[in-house]
């Protein structure tokens, strides 16, 4: 299995983390290859719990290489802390870490336009701010369809670093008064900070596609970590309440530099209800007790901002959809244990919008504000799973909701998790790692 992807296919948080942890020990490569430090991607052990932001979600593995794609946007501060994070807990990550040099940076003067942008689009209405996670993703993205972006590549030239940031710095706080009437950002003071990041990521940067397509003739296994959701996808998502990048299958190849033909195995990743973080459509939302129980009991606030998260029943017109052009070849369903003690559970089957009934997912916002989900009920079941360890020790509710998602999507489920442990795993497939 050359390269293999875990893809969010809901809006993100799903558990990929924790997921890309329990495969790596079967794989030499772990990449991520979108979105930045707008990730948080938790992975829980014995006692410790550990939020990966940028580093690959395999570093906690001895012999597994961790690569940060060309495609994702990078802060340097972000990832130096994170290394030290990593090291101070007895992980070593030098000659473990690849640091694409084309990868593009984030700058303070991202982050700031960001917050600008925001602020003015919330003073229009609280329902126009997007609701980022304030690390200057898109701002960074931006720069760089826009030809104006810095790469890694750029920080280990002192002199193009200079000149490329004195100008940037310049067109930025033109930006930020005249537009947006905020603060000016000192070019000094950012250029003095990013020169001194050099030394720093030096060891770390090299050409991670060759590197990648190198190890792939050797016969190396990759596994590409996705980060967000597929209904944040920029192409795919409710525009624009989206990311800026493309978590989708068709990221992974752009963000590392990979053939699409070394793909053999698409896993998406959803948990048993749906979440969202920050604004937009969001058809199977629960705005009563029983979404509060959801976020309670499931622990819903956002591993990178902290934020409550939105909580809803699960939806199967959302998923067929994230399922068809992500390709999953299997599914991971996690959170199974947060549905435990529901005397009943509702699944979202198809939409009626303009008096009709569909399965088809409108991605479009205004179209998707306007579903109405319509619901089938299955029964719940009361017994806490989290001990569970084959699937015949699920509760016979649990392993009919488990196939009716299946059945609905026609996508094997591959593995169930029922605890953010390592441990707390069922494996369904030969391929699932066993707990
Ligand atoms: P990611 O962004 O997709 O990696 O997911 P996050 O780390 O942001 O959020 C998932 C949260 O659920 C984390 O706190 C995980 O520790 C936790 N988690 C993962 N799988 C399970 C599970 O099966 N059951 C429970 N109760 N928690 C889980
Ligand atoms: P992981 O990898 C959940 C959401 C934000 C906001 C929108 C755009 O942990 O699953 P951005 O800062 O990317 O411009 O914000 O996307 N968002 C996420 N939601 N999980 C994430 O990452 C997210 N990354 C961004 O809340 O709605
Ligand atoms: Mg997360």
Same mark, same amino acid.
């Given at each position: 299995?050359?390269?293999?992807?875990?893809?969010?296919?809901?809006?993100?948080?799903?558990?990929?983390?924790?997921?890309?942890?329990?495969?790596?020990?079967d794989?030499?490569i772990?990449?991520?290859?979108?979105?930045?430090?707008?990730?948080?991607?938790?992975?829980?052990w014995?006692?410790?719990? +550990?939020v990966?932001?940028?580093?690959?979600?395999?570093?906690f593995?001895?012999?597994?290489?961790?690569?940060?794609?060309?495609?994702?946007?990078?802060?340097?501060?972000?990832?130096?802390?994170?290394?030290? @994070?990593?090291?101070?807990?007895?992980?070593?990550?030098?000659?473990r870490?690849?640091?694409?040099?084309?990868?593009?940076?984030?700058?303070?003067?991202? @982050?700031?336009?960001?917050?600008a942008?925001?602020?003015?689009?919330?003073?229009?209405?609280?329902?126009?701010?997007?609701?980022?996670t304030?690390?200057?993703?898109?701002?960074?993205?931006?720069?760089k +369809?826009?030809? $104006?972006?810095?790469?890694?590549?750029?920080?280990?030239?002192?002199?193009?670093?200079?000149?490329?940031?004195?100008?940037?710095?310049e067109?930025?706080?033109?930006?930020?008064?005249?537009i947006?009437?905020?603060?000016?950002?000192?070019?000094?003071?950012?250029?003095?900070?990013?020169?001194?990041?050099?030394?720093?990521?030096?060891p770390?940067?090299?050409?991670?596609?060759?590197?990648?397509?190198?190890?792939?003739?050797d016969?190396?296994?990759?596994?590409?970590?996705?980060?967000?959701?597929?209904?944040?996808?920029v192409?795919f998502g409710?525009?624009?309440?989206?990311?800026?990048?493309?978590?989708?299958?068709?990221?992974c190849?752009?963000?590392?530099?990979?053939?699409?033909?070394?793909?053999?195995?698409v896993?998406?990743?959803?948990?048993a209800?749906? $979440?969202?973080?920050?604004?937009?459509? +969001?058809?199977?939302?629960?705005?009563?007790?029983?979404g /509060?129980?959801?976020? @309670?009991?499931?622990?819903?606030f956002?591993?990178?901002?902290?934020?409550?998260?939105?909580?809803?029943?699960?939806?199967?017109?959302?998923?067929?959809?994230?399922?068809?052009i992500?390709?999953f070849?299997?599914?991971t369903i $996690?959170?199974m244990?947060?549905l435990?003690?529901?005397?009943?559970?509702?699944?979202?089957?198809?939409?009626?919008?303009?008096?009709?009934?569909?399965?088809r997912?409108?991605?479009?916002?205004?179209?998707? /504000?306007?579903?109405e989900?319509?619901?089938? $009920?299955?029964?719940?079941?009361?017994?806490?799973?989290t001990?569970?360890?084959?699937?015949?020790?699920?509760?016979?509710?649990a392993?009919?909701?488990?196939?009716?998602?299946?059945?609905?999507?026609?996508?094997?489920?591959g593995?169930?998790?029922?605890?953010?442990r390592?441990?707390?795993?069922?494996?369904?497939a030969?391929?699932?790692?066993?707990?």
């Amino acid at each position: 299995m050359p390269v293999s992807i875990v893809i969010g296919s809901q809006w993100g948080d799903e558990g990929k983390g924790k997921i890309v942890d329990l495969l790596s020990p079967d794989v030499d490569i772990v990449a991520r290859y979108q979105g930045g430090a707008n990730a948080g991607h938790t992975i829980c052990w014995d006692d410790e719990e +550990f939020v990966l932001h940028l580093v690959p979600s395999g570093v906690f593995h001895d012999g597994v290489t961790c690569v940060i794609g060309n495609g994702v946007v990078l802060d340097p501060k972000a990832v130096i802390d994170e290394i030290q @994070k990593i090291e101070d807990l007895g992980f070593p990550v030098e000659g473990r870490l690849k640091i694409s040099h084309n990868a593009h940076l984030i700058m303070p003067y991202h @982050k700031a336009i960001e917050a600008a942008q925001e602020a003015s689009r919330a003073e229009a209405s609280d329902d126009d701010a997007i609701g980022t996670t304030g690390r200057g993703i898109g701002p960074s993205y931006t720069d760089k +369809f826009a030809r $104006t972006g810095i790469r890694v590549v750029d920080l280990l030239d002192r002199d193009v670093l200079r000149a490329k940031l004195t100008r940037s710095i310049e067109e930025k706080n033109a930006i930020l008064k005249q537009i947006h009437g905020a603060d000016q950002l000192d070019v000094d003071a950012i250029i003095e900070e990013y020169v001194a990041f050099d030394q720093q990521i030096d060891p770390y940067v090299t050409d991670t596609s060759e590197y990648l397509c190198n190890a792939l003739d050797d016969g190396k296994r990759v596994l590409a970590e996705g980060a967000q959701g597929s209904l944040l996808d920029v192409d795919f998502g409710s525009y624009p309440f989206v990311t800026s990048s493309h978590p989708t299958a068709g990221g992974c190849c752009t963000g590392l530099g990979v053939p699409p033909t070394a793909v053999d195995r698409v896993i998406g990743i959803a948990k048993a209800y749906c $979440t969202r973080v920050g604004n937009g459509p +969001f058809p199977t939302e629960l705005h009563d007790a029983a979404g /509060e129980r959801l976020r @309670k009991v499931g622990a819903e606030f956002g591993a990178t901002t902290g934020r409550p998260r939105r909580c809803g029943w699960l939806d199967l017109v959302a998923l067929r959809y994230t399922s068809m052009i992500n390709g999953f070849s299997e599914l991971t369903i $996690t959170k199974m244990d947060v549905l435990s003690g529901l005397d009943e559970l509702k699944v979202c089957t198809q939409y009626r919008y303009d008096g009709k009934t569909t399965r088809r997912f409108p991605s479009e916002a205004q179209t998707l /504000e306007r579903v109405e989900p319509l619901y089938e $009920t299955l029964p719940g079941w009361d017994e806490d799973i989290t001990d569970a360890r084959h699937i015949s020790e699920l509760p016979s509710e649990a392993q009919d909701y488990l196939d009716f998602i299946s059945d609905y999507l026609r996508v094997p489920v591959g593995m169930v998790s029922i605890g953010p442990r390592r441990d707390q795993i069922i494996p369904l497939a030969d391929t699932a790692p066993a707990a």
